[in-house]
């Protein structure tokens, strides 16, 4: 059951949180890309950017996903009306399988290593923009709510947004901002992370925030980017009840929703699939909420005008390779994600790229099909050539740092070849996706073998590295650190980490 929060942000506490989480560039700065217009019915379509955490796509009807214990219930039946009227991309990979980095590139058009927020330590260099900051610029109305810890403004979000706001409970307080924020409120970080696994049903205060900030002063007649982070799927598993019985009908067991990272317990078979079925709950409850934005934004005149992106920042493990949870692999079950893009008038309806992509791309796809000039400064690309002209591979790039373990993978992905170099190790593992789709075989050899994948591989590897960009470090005491490691987040990181240990 979710805990109360002590105060929450309720709408007349909107300014008060604006100057706790401010946004940061002027949202009357003249326009520079787009077409200039000031209505959303006019060229400068509304663009929204959505991300789900936690979402694997093989857990998703779009892509073939039949539950378990209710073979006739789609997991994301209104995401597959989208799909049915854009574009979906068949092996779109995380950028890194945990929240932060993850989320950092997506936001950023740019891989782990390029924008080195790659460990809680780092937040964002001051001088590189998030594609917020693009479309503020060209005169668009920004907002963007969160629900989720690792999205704070402490490690370089919220730049360029007007509004740029916690939109879970558990976040939407002053101490619990002050608390992430800042060291020193050891009690409250760890009572604010225990209430991010058991707030539930956060998707509906997502979409009850974002709707009042369009609504008010009519944001929605003008031009907007709104970006919308939806936290449910995530683990524990606390789905409304009506949705864990969907999937799982008649349900008489005992295990529950927050067992799944309670890693000295056992889990049967039997009660890994109630598991699932709870994550399926979850997915389904995140969808309807997705859906019931969409309704409002049609009673509002709006929805065919809608450019929208919904993507994952990494999937959950279930014991495949025996994890669980994430953070752990660059495997499929976490890097595999979701990628739907549609543009009612310009994406030809029920497209599906095959192409290996990677969500560094989706911000500036959105760019693009809004006018908005592209970035030069960065690998993401547009990806609107796949669709429109050649279903040709990206190289995509993976990543997971671990100081504390020791731990730092680089993955390369083209195509159905996948590559993971294990720099402590000095070992190169490839995985056929084709003849293995599950991983079980790969193949295992040094990391300079004379084989043309593997050095495609890490000449790859050496452009990203070249690209790294400064960082900014997050002033956390060892303290808050071991107490987040307590509650399961900060066991990557060490209260001294070196930057130099990277090269």
């Given at each position: 059951m979710a805990l109360p929060s002590s105060h929450p942000l309720l709408p007349s506490l909107l300014a008060a949180a604006l100057l706790l989480l401010p946004a940061c560039s002027d949202s009357d700065t003249p326009g520079n890309g787009g077409n200039g217009t000031s209505s959303a019915s006019g060229d400068q379509r509304p663009v929204i950017l959505i991300s789900i955490d936690s979402l694997r796509a093989d857990f998703v009807s779009v892509y073939g996903h039949k539950p378990k214990f209710a073979p006739d219930q789609a997991t994301m039946p209104f995401l597959q009306e989208l799909?049915?009227?854009?574009?979906?991309?068949?092996?779109?990979?995380a950028a890194s399988p945990w929240t932060l980095p993850s989320h950092m590139t997506l936001l950023t058009g740019m891989n782990p290593v390029e924008h080195g927020v790659r460990s809680r330590k780092f937040s964002l260099d001051k001088d590189i923009e998030l594609v917020s900051d693009r479309f503020q610029q060209a005169g668009y109305k920004t907002g963007g709510f969160f629900s989720a810890p690792f999205l704070h403004p402490a490690w370089g979000f919220g730049r360029g947004f007007d509004v740029y706001m916690p939109s879970a409970d558990y976040l939407g307080t002053i101490d619990a901002g002050n608390a992430l924020s800042a060291a020193g409120k050891s009690d409250e970080?760890?009572?604010i992370h225990h209430q991010s696994h058991t707030d539930n049903e956060t998707g509906a205060q997502v979409v009850d925030r974002a709707l009042a900030w369009l609504e008010q002063d009519k944001n929605y007649e003008d031009p907007f980017f709104l970006?919308?982070?939806f936290w449910d799927p995530h683990y524990d598993y606390f789905p409304p009840t009506e949705y864990a019985e969907m999937f799982h009908p008649g349900y008489d067991g005992d295990m529950v929703g927050d067992e799944l990272m309670k890693l000295d317990r056992p889990i049967s078979p039997d009660e890994m699939d109630h598991l699932k079925a709870l994550y399926e709950a979850e997915i389904r409850y995140t969808d309807?909420?997705?859906?019931r934005l969409f309704a409002r934004l049609e009673e509002l005149g709006i929805a065919d005008d809608v450019i929208v992106a919904i993507v994952s920042d990494h999937g959950d493990e279930f014991e495949e390779h025996g994890n669980r949870g994430h953070h752990l692999t660059l495997l499929e079950e976490v890097m595999h994600v979701p990628m739907v893009i549609s543009a009612p008038g310009v994406i030809d309806s029920a497209k599906r790229v095959e192409a290996s992509v990677s969500i560094r791309d989706a911000a500036p796809t959105l760019m693009d099909l809004a006018g908005l000039p592209a970035w030069t400064d960065r690998s993401g690309l547009s990806l609107r050539p796949l669709w429109e002209d050649e279903d040709i591979h990206r190289e995509v790039s993976l990543d997971l740092l671990r100081p504390a373990k020791r731990m730092q993978l680089v993955g390369y992905r083209h195509g159905m070849l996948k590559g993971i170099r294990d720099v402590p190790k000095r070992t190169f593992t490839v995985y056929d996706l084709v003849a293995d789709p599950g991983e079980l075989s790969p193949s295992v050899g040094a990391e300079n073998a004379d084989k043309p994948f593997t050095k495609a591989a890490?000449?790859?590897f050496a452009i990203v590295a070249d690209s790294r960009h400064q960082t900014g470090l997050v002033k956390e005491t060892a303290e808050i650190t071991n107490l987040l490691d307590q509650v399961g987040y900060a066991e990557s990181?060490?209260?001294?980490?070196?930057?130099?240990s990277e090269e």
């Open positions: 799909a049915d009227n854009g574009v979906v991309f068949e092996n779109a990979s970080v760890v009572e970006f919308l982070h309807d909420q997705i859906r890490l000449g790859f990181e060490a209260p001294q980490y070196n930057p130099e």
